[in-house]
């Protein structure tokens, strides 16, 4: 089984900076495509960046030009930078993970989540 853990989250000012982090632990073969999401309250939860193996990304239109993904494969983990949060950024960010296992069958792993919180 495998395992996601997010860490990065916190309190900061509007126009100040983030980055999450997100491991994955356990026995896997490989990662596909690795993203996060961002659920606020009150909404439902929304996709934020995916990352494929390859590094091909995408992101939604929200955060585009501010936030970056990128993964260290060696390690099993995706990251988020952030910048230029607002307050519309206050959510909790979960990662997630489409992984494969050593005979081949799919599964999806979701971790369970950081608190961002852009405030003052």
């Known amino acids: 089984q495998v395992q996601l853990m997010e860490s990065g989250g916190g309190l900061v000012q509007p126009g100040g900076s983030l980055r999450l982090s997100c491991a994955a632990s356990g026995i896997m073969f490989s990662i596909n495509t690795m993203g996060w999401y961002r659920q606020a309250p009150g909404k439902e939860r929304e996709l934020v960046a995916t990352?494929?193996?390859?590094?091909?990304?995408d992101y939604a239109d929200s955060v585009k030009g501010r936030f970056t993904i990128s993964r260290d494969n060696a390690k099993n983990t995706v990251y988020l930078q952030m910048n230029t949060l607002n307050p519309g950024d206050t959510a909790v960010y979960y990662c997630?993970?489409?992984?494969?296992?050593?005979?081949?069958?799919?599964?999806?792993?979701w971790g369970q989540g950081t608190q961002v919180t852009v405030s003052s």
């Open positions: 997630n993970a489409d992984y494969r296992n050593r005979f081949g069958i799919n599964h999806i792993a």
């Open positions: 990352i494929t193996r390859g590094g091909n990304t």
